[in-house]
């Protein structure tokens, strides 16, 4: 594999719901092989991982692909405050990105997600045309548990600071569910946006195309962990080709300073040239 100068380039795209802000990256002498588009994860996870989506990124551009990354409405650089942000927004900056990407690379686009970002390319991928490939790292398998996880991070908090929780989880779903936001870890979630998320289950959902399922744990496997495995097994079952892979390496989308994965961007590029 031959790795070219790469050409990034930061701009806006007039969203749905207001401007969005996107970072382009591609190869500068050659015609790129297809596109790939990447969409982040959650709340504070989305700035934790930046810097390993921007390595990847740059090594696919490297590798002869064109990959844009778009912050989603209500989050990062784009036009909102995280209570703008729903699922159906997401939708469309998703729908938004893609045709762009597709009008300046090819009909061939690869969708590459991390955790909720993840989850959030398997259903975009049922409604887009040209959809090739799946590149999943560590998807959020249950919309459910990840929202009671999430409201978790509040009640911890308000352990170290006030020495007790002043609520618990059925508390604050019982505030969502009458209408109220929440704010956990400076982030106000919208009661729509969490009414999404307890929707959101992977096995139900059906991948048009193959996907590759990569993890990261404390040992080198081709299996997953058991949650992601359920819902690789009733993709299988569907008929759906799929690959998984966990490599070693430390979560770097939850830990305390912002850490790499080199072995994931590696176990990556080699899914993408079996």
């Known amino acids: 594999m031959v790795e070219a100068a790469i050409h990034t380039e930061p701009f806006f795209l007039e969203g749905k719901h207001g401007q969005l802000f996107c970072l382009y990256h591609a190869p500068a002498d050659i015609e790129p092989h297809e596109g790939i588009l990447y969409f982040h994860p959650f709340a504070e996870e989305m ?3 930046r810097r390993m989506a921007a390595l990847q990124a740059r090594a696919f551009a490297r590798a002869g692909y064109a990959v844009l990354q778009v912050d989603l409405t209500g989050c990062g650089d784009s036009a909102g405050d995280f209570s703008d942000a729903s699922w159906d927004a997401w939708q469309d900056d998703a729908r938004l990105a893609h ?25 975009a991928a049922q409604n887009l045309s040209g959809i ?87 040992t080198e496997s081709n299996d997953i962990a058991p949650a992601g495995r359920r819902v690789v ?40 040239y079996p």
């Open 47 to 49: 700035h934790k991982s």
């Open 99 to 123: 045709t762009w990407l597709v009008d300046k690379v090819s009909e061939n686009i690869t969708l590459w997600g991390l955790r909720l970002g993840a989850s959030l390319a398997v259903q």
């Open 132 to 218: 090739t490939r799946l590149l999943l790292w560590q998807p959020i398998s249950n919309g459910e548990q990840f929202l009671t996880q999430f409201l978790r991070i509040k009640l911890a908090s308000e352990m170290l600071s006030e020495g007790q929780a002043q609520s618990g989880t059925k508390t604050l779903r019982a505030q969502l569910e009458a209408g109220e936001s929440v704010e956990v870890g400076g982030n106000m979630l919208a009661p729509a946006l969490a009414r999404s998320l307890t929707t959101l289950k992977l096995a139900e959902l059906r991948p048009p195309c193959p996907v590759d399922w990569l993890e990261v744990g404390a």
């Open 233 to 272: 097994e009733a993709w299988r079952a569907a008929g759906t080709e799929i690959h998984t892979r966990t490599v070693t390496g430390e979560p770097f989308w939850m830990t305390q300073e912002i850490t790499e994965c080199p072995t994931l961007i590696e176990a990556t590029l080699k899914a993408m």
